[in-house]
């Protein structure tokens, strides 16, 4: 956890607060899907969690992971897909990658905005098999932030009326204002 804790980009007590539902809810993930994995940060606390999973991740720059974490990760099944994924034929590639390896968990943490994680939302989650999880960063409002995270907490919103799944909930850190960035989401499809 090492590497997670130096370069995961969630409030530390968040990410700990999932790992230990995801335990709870689905030790036996086989397949963890990460949409936006900048340095690696927090697919190497999937990793981590999960020591036998395939890990695939997703960016339109792979390259900052850095060296420490391949490193780490040797031996493992590790798939890096770059490119942009909100793109439609982006999409269909990886669709046809995953046509019969189903997604036991899919942590949304690309674009953040509004057209970015309903592009994602609807491109990956058909991927989750039923009783996968399904979770997002970011879901607290931040006024005037660019790029307007706050899109974010209205598609949250809307899914949690719209979207069928066992159950959702939210994580916050109790000590953050609600107005601070971060906040995972998260639904049991
Ligand atoms: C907040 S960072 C992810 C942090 C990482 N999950 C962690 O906590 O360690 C967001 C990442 O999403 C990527 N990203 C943004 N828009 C994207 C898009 N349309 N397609 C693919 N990746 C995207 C960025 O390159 C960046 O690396």
Not at 8 to 17: D, G, S, V
Not at 57 to 63: A, E, Q, R
Request: aromatic share 12%; charged share 25%; proline share 6%.
């Amino acid at each position: 956890m090492q590497y997670a804790r130096k370069y995961a980009q969630q409030a530390p007590k968040e990410l700990e607060h999932l790992r230990y539902l995801l335990w709870a809810m689905r030790p036996d993930v086989k397949v963890v899907m990460e949409i936006g994995i900048h340095e690696g940060g927090t697919l190497a606390a999937w990793a981590d969690l999960y020591p036998k999973a395939k890990l695939v991740g997703i960016d339109i720059d792979t390259k900052k992971i850095r060296s420490e974490l391949h490193n780490m990760l040797e031996g493992r099944e590790l798939f890096l897909y770059e490119g942009d994924s909100t793109c439609g034929d982006f999409q269909a590639d990886i669709h046809r990658a995953f046509e019969q390896i189903p997604v036991d968990f899919l942590f949304i943490d690309g674009g953040h905005d509004g057209r970015c994680v309903r592009a994602d939302f609807d491109g990956y989650s058909k991927l989750v098999r039923p009783g996968g999880i399904i979770a997002f960063h970011d879901i607290c409002s931040v006024p005037n932030h660019n790029p307007p995270v706050h899109e974010i907490r209205e598609f949250w919103d809307e899914l949690k009326r719209t979207h069928p799944c066992r159950i959702y909930g939210e994580i916050f850190d109790p000590l953050k204002p609600k107005t601070h960035s971060g906040g995972i989401g998260y639904l049991w499809v």
